[in-house]
């Protein structure tokens, strides 16, 4: 859906395992702006191998540029978070210069893949304790390590080059929602990510991921358990989804809101653990839980983890730093969760 005109904007697209979601943003007058979104879904997403079908991504990326009138020629995207490995390693004693080769060193030691299959990215943290130290000559640092699998970046690279789109950068997931959900928000947050087919938990802490999680539990997860307990259609299924959700007030009786807890469960028990881990490792309280991803729409979803985490959870709003016509603000917050990725990797551009 074509916006506005537009001379320097920037496309966020985001490679999902059920489709692809375009954002085009543009800065006007010190602010972001829509240009432009559109997006491509499958309910079979099983059969729709997105992120390893080059020819396929490619294909559907135009499809949407060119049905949505976006002109930007340039885009940001990012790797699923469960491909990416991140760690966060406390390096003592090392001056500027042997950084790169002790990173690499450490990297041997907590990367369970051959180094030559991955690529290494960093990113010095915590500099106001690094300054401390200097003072007391002692130079410890303390470094983001993310590594990405060389053969996957090489298939992100081919579907932009198949789609004829300058690619200037590639990041993971988290850091798009931290850009889009947070900002400059520097509290212990944790964002909880409910896809189609996974769900991936990230605590972040002034700005910076600490712990990222993922498992295999999402959306469609949660429509096949109330299918098959139910008994009833995958069509059908969806609808009660959304229909009831997780109501703690549901119809005496009823079998949907059981199924949608138990189906639930896992994604429950993940962000249990991680809370438990981080506190207790960090002697650290997570201040809050944000929400995203299309099954964070799910009913009731945020009541029902408050409830029984006993933790504020909202559904984060990735609009928040984007300017747009109002009268498409009921529209724009509906599909917002689903666009998060998107909208965060656009706006690295426009910072």
Not at 29 to 44: C, D, P, Q, V
Not at 296 to 313: G, N, R, S
Request: proline fraction near 4%; charge should be positive; avoid cysteine.
């Amino acid at each position: 859906m074509a916006l506005l005109s537009n001379s320097a904007s920037y496309m966020g697209i985001d490679i999902g395992s059920t489709g692809i979601k375009i954002v085009e943003l543009k800065k006007e007058s010190g602010k972001i702006k829509l240009a432009s979104y559109g997006f491509s879904e499958s309910e079979k997403s099983k059969t729709m191998d997105w992120q390893n079908n080059p020819e396929l991504s490619a294909r559907v990326i135009k499809k949407i540029i060119r049905e949505a009138g976006i002109s930007a020629q340039s885009a940001i995207s990012a790797l699923p978070t469960f491909s990416v490995f991140s760690s966060i390693l406390n390096l003592s004693n090392v001056s500027k210069k042997d950084i790169a080769s002790a990173i690499h060193w450490e990297a041997k030691k907590v990367i369970p893949l051959p180094l030559e299959d991955m690529i290494l990215d960093w990113k010095e943290i915590d500099a106001s304790q690094k300054e401390k130290n200097n003072k007391q000559n002692v130079n410890n640092i303390k470094v983001l390590l993310t590594g990405a699998p060389r053969i996957l970046v090489k298939k992100y690279i081919e579907i932009f080059k198949l789609a004829k789109i300058n690619l200037l950068s590639l990041e993971t997931e988290t850091f798009s929602l931290i850009r889009s959900l947070l900002g400059n928000d520097k509290s212990t947050i944790m964002l909880v990510e409910v896809g189609a087919s996974t769900t991936d938990v990230s605590v972040v802490d002034s700005i910076i991921p600490i712990l990222n999680r993922s498992i295999d539990v999402g959306g469609e997860k949660i429509t096949e358990a109330i299918a098959k307990n139910l008994n009833i259609s995958l069509d059908k299924s969806e609808q009660f989804k959304y229909d009831l959700g997780v109501s703690a007030i549901a119809s005496p009786g009823s079998k949907a809101p059981k199924a949608i807890i138990d189906a639930v469960s896992p994604v429950v028990n993940e962000i249990k653990y991680a809370i438990n881990h981080f506190q207790d490792k960090n002697n650290k309280k997570i201040e809050k839980i944000v929400l995203s991803g299309g099954s964070a729409l799910l009913p009731d979803l945020t009541k029902y983890l408050a409830k029984i985490l006993d933790m504020k959870v909202i559904i984060g709003d990735p609009w928040s730093r984007v300017s747009y016509p109002e009268e498409l603000k009921p529209l724009l917050q509906e599909i917002g969760p689903r666009l998060a990725v998107a909208i965060g990797l656009a706006i690295r551009e426009l910072e």
